[in-house]
């Protein structure tokens, strides 16, 4: 749908590269095939991909000739959410999927992962050696017992022998899970000991910052922590011998072994995700071999527009649900650039440089580094020669209107800008990338295939051009299949069914556009409601974060007993920056004028740093409920925060609130 008042985009797509995408080709041939609409571009085809939501995920397996060991007896049996039941009957595996570049000769001796390391130089890892190693280490798991259902997990970075032990553990029909060497123990047992992991890999240290971190006092806690395990496996990363009692990787990795690839039913569990855990224990989110096999190669191939001769590097790590997301560029036969560094060593400029080395064609990042690129004043398109990247992705949290000019006027004209939201929850993404699309200023180009996504207000009326909140109103392939040790399902239900009984509810605020785009405010569980006029919180920090002073910024509403509402600011200056009278002037002046008089915050707190998740969220509902004065043993769970000495501020603060 059009309207007189449309935009004028930022970018738009010329002919030869609509003609050229490969959604373009798979829509003229699932017109001839299905059904699909031949004529109205995206629009028409994401409105079929809705309304005929079985026929279009039957041309998806098609048109990426998915491998079913056994064949499916429906496509959808059942499409209540939750508990859809997808592919009924099929057996497959996604290891064999990811690794079927390696089979075609002329491409065994290409690279299938390109590893970076804080010194910016590429080692490549052929498909051949990749498949090898996986046959090699999928033989040696069966060896130690490990049966399809078995949990293995990784203490790992961005490192190809991260993803060797994944595929390997879904090659034998196990299940995976990981988490950074940057997460303390703490951190690792809250998610490792809900699944009783059998076998552990992990490394004895990690570089970041130019420095290096030793890991093996962690390693041992958890060895000790994890009575479940029967193997640990040890990656020399900083170069020591193997422990007492662990097995060596190069040992597992050695023989020249063809690799078996279980067939397990299309709803076999593939991985366990977890949730940020701000104020409990982490979600640990169970999704399926067959379910993220689709939906990751409708992502990556057709929205993401990746092929075999892509680059595809996205800034992430193990501990986050992009890691798993850029391994399935395999899937398409994509080179995936696995970088294991800090994003700003030996400067702020870095990922531009991996870019530039790597000849990336899609480069993902978070809006976060984005703008501290603009803040620093980086100038990627001059000092880099990025001519290979095709598309700038940017997810983790909205990225701003200066975000897409700064990247449109810094890196390219011609640059398709992908800002892209989805969740953990589904590993995958609800709106985002169409590369047959105009960009708009702080839009996200348009819901993806197959996901009916919707704005609703509180009685589940949709709308169109106001905020409401996220709901997908049909079920996708990769929402979890359930949660691990929620046996009736219902903390499941609570997550995303409690507000609209068998529609999907995000937790995000969103506008969809009358033409199409959407438009993302941030968290509706942290949204600013004052006088009715609700506003997400990424709004305020886009505007005040334009400040030179401002480095970054956490904002809370609060909703007082006596029918108040009291709204801080809390700041994190740039060096050398005073919060006086003067500065908080300029704050609130930006806010009114920028966003809304209703938003002006009634103070603005200095405070030495921001907390966040260990993904790097901000957290803003622990700290509002620190600010009720719930004490923070029951606000937030520890071992999910970046850095829990920032917290006893807000909760003394919340004490002393409540007694004055």
């Known amino acids: 749908m059009t309207s007189a008042s449309t935009p004028q985009p930022l970018w738009s797509p010329g002919p030869d590269r609509i003609a050229a995408a490969r959604i373009t080709a798979f829509q003229a041939w699932a017109a001839e095939r299905f059904g699909a609409p031949a004529a109205g571009g995206y629009p028409a085809l994401h409105r079929w991909s809705v309304d005929e939501l079985d026929t279009f995920w039957q041309a998806v397996a098609e048109w990426f000739d998915v491998r079913f060991t056994t064949p499916y007896e429906s496509v959808l049996a059942d499409r209540a959410m939750p508990g859809a039941r997808w592919f009924t009957g099929a057996t497959l595996n996604y290891a064999e999927h990811a690794l ?5 000769p002329a491409r065994a001796d290409e690279a299938a992962l390109l590893h970076v390391d804080e010194t910016h130089e590429a080692v490549p890892v052929t498909w051949a050696e990749l498949r090898r190693q996986v046959g090699a280490l999928s033989a040696e798991l069966r060896a130690l017992g490990v049966r399809p259902g078995d949990r293995v997990s990784g203490y790992l970075p961005n490192i190809p022998e991260a993803v060797t032990a994944f595929l390997a553990t879904a090659a034998v029909g196990a299940v995976w899970t990981s988490c950074a060497p940057d997460f303390g123990a703490r951190s690792v047992l809250d998610r490792f ?18 420095k290096e971190h030793d890991r093996r006092d962690t390693v041992a806690e958890l060895r000790a922590e994890l009575p479940s395990l029967r ?13 007492e009692g662990a ?10 072994t063809e690799p078996v690839f279980e067939a397990v039913p299309f709803d076999h569990p593939l991985w366990v995700l977890y949730s940020s855990g701000t104020t409990g224990l982490p979600k640990a989110i169970v999704q ?29 790590s193990t501990g986050w649900m992009m890691w798993n997301f850029l391994v399935s560029g395999l899937l398409t036969g994509t080179t995936v650039v696995l970088y294991d560094g800090s994003p700003g060593y030996p400067d702020t400029g870095a990922q531009w440089r991996i870019a530039e080395r790597t000849k990336a064609t899609l480069y993902g ?16 398109g001059r000092d880099f020669d990025l001519s290979s990247v095709k598309c700038v992705a940017t997810t983790g949290s909205p990225l701003p209107p200066d975000g897409f000019r700064w990247l449109h006027d810094e890196v390219a004209e011609d640059l398709w800008i992908a800002s892209v939201s989805g969740g953990t929850d589904v590993c995958s993404c609800f709106a985002g990338a169409v590369p047959t699309l105009p960009v708009h200023i702080g839009e996200l180009q348009a819901a993806c295939l197959g996901t009916d996504l919707q704005a609703w207000d509180p009685s589940g009326k949709p709308l169109v051009g106001e905020v409401g909140e996220l709901v997908v109103t049909n079920p996708m392939p990769s929402m979890p299949i359930h949660f691990w040790n929620d046996p009736d399902g219902s903390r499941y239900r609570d997550s995303y069914f409690e507000m609209f009984p068998g529609a999907w509810r995000h937790g995000d605020w969103i506008t969809l556009t009358d033409h199409g785009s959407v438009v993302i405010h941030g968290r509706s569980d942290s949204t600013l409601n004052r006088q009715g006029v609700r506003m997400g919180s990424a709004d305020i920090y886009e505007a005040v974060e334009r400040l030179p002073e401002i480095k970054e910024s956490l904002v809370i509403g609060l909703e007082e007993p006596n029918g108040g509402y009291w709204m801080p600011l809390f700041v ?11 500065l908080r002037t300029r704050v609130k002046t930006t806010i009114r004028e920028q966003l809304s008089p209703r938003h002006v915050p009634d103070e603005i707190i200095e405070v030495p740093a921001i907390p966040h998740t260990l993904t790097g969220k901000r957290i803003e509902v622990p700290v509002k409920r620190l600010l009720q004065g719930t004490p923070l043993a029951k606000a937030v769970n520890a071992g999910s925060v970046d850095n829990i000495d920032l917290l006893p501020f807000y909760e003394q603060l919340g004490r002393t609130r409540a007694q004055g």
């Open 247 to 256: 097995l060596a990787w190069s040992e597992l990795t050695a023989a020249a």
């Open 231 to 243: 193997a640990v496996v040890h990656i020399p990363l900083l170069g020591t011998d193997a422990p």
């Open 193 to 210: 000991q809900q699944v009783e992991p059998v076998v552990l890999f992990t490394v004895d240290g990690y570089r970041y910052g130019g």
């Open 572 to 582: 994190h200056l740039a060096p050398g920056a005073t919060l006086d009278d003067e």
């Open 100 to 104: 079927r570049a390696a089979e075609d």
């Open 288 to 316: 399926s071999q067959g379910g993220i096999l689709l939906e990751h190669l409708k992502q990556l191939g057709l929205h993401c527009d990746l092929g075999p001769e892509d680059r595809f590097f996205w800034y992430t």
């Open 365 to 380: 990042t978070s809006a976060a580094y984005v703008m501290a690129c603009r803040k620093a004043e980086v100038h990627p």
